[in-house]
């Protein structure tokens, strides 16, 4: 027998492990679709019709847009991310044409602020209140916009959002409606922005709101302007929870 010299190796043994039942389970498809851009051209009376000293919130709604009703056939929600306006500057009277600027203010803090409605339905003005130059000239969030000489055309671009009913004080001497600011990026159900035209049903659909806009001609007399104006609407949207 040959003698060995030294330490015998040590035998390691391989422990035997028990693994976990693996549990295959069955993934869902991702329900959310892409992002998609929808477009149509509406008339905004910014300047109310009755007193023209007074500026109305730009108003939309999204049932009427073209393709819009088209996602419901698949899709059971649906969301704004955001929305752009370009409003065309051209006017018949020249006069106006390069020195007419527009002062873009949003409309949220005004209707955050607005008075809880004393009947249902109301007017425009009771969930968005109309307001002054003056109200809309102190307001923290303003911009002004100059028209581009190429394009003849101002944009903005805002994120829309609505109203929806809300609980408030119990003990009031008068019943009164309270209403909240729904943003539009969270998801809705596709029977907020839509209602089928039936004889029995004069709904118009959800409407989402945007800014104000006040629009200042310098150094021309004598001009007289529409109080609306032709504004391309461009809304982002996005929709989920296959049927």
């Not at 051209?41 to 007074?54: A, G, Q, S, V, Y």
């Not at 990026?185 to 004069?202: E, I, R, V, Y």
């Amino acid at each position: 027998m040959v003698r060995r010299y030294g330490k015998y190796r040590k035998r390691r043994f391989k422990k035997v492990r028990r693994r976990p039942m693996r549990r295959y389970r069955r993934s869902r498809g991702k329900t959310t679709s892409r992002v998609v851009v929808l477009t149509t051209d509406r008339n905004w009376f910014f300047i109310n019709n009755t007193n023209e000293n007074l500026h109305e919130a730009y108003r939309f709604t999204v049932h009427d847009m073209p393709g819009f009703i088209d996602y419901q056939t698949v899709y059971s929600h649906f969301r704004i991310l955001k929305a752009k306006i370009v409003i065309s500057t051209q006017y018949a009277d020249n006069k106006a044409q390069g020195q007419t600027s527009y002062l873009i203010v949003g409309s949220r803090p005004f209707a955050a602020t607005n008075m809880p409605l004393t009947r249902y339905p109301a007017y425009d003005s009771y969930w968005v209140p109309y307001v002054t130059e003056d109200e809309l000239r102190q307001a923290r969030w303003q911009r002004m916009h100059y028209p581009s000489t190429t394009t003849q055309a101002i944009s903005a671009t805002f994120y829309p959002y609505t109203l929806v009913g809300t609980l408030g004080p119990a003990y009031l001497e008068k019943d009164v409606f309270f209403q909240r600011i729904w943003e539009g990026k969270k998801w809705m159900p596709f029977c907020w922005a839509w209602n089928p035209k039936t004889p029995n049903s004069d709904s118009t659909g959800l409407s989402f709101f945007g800014p104000y806009m006040v629009r200042n001609i310098a150094n021309a007399t004598g001009v007289t302007l529409p109080n609306a104006v032709t504004a391309q609407l461009k809304v982002w949207l996005q929709f989920k929870g296959q049927k």
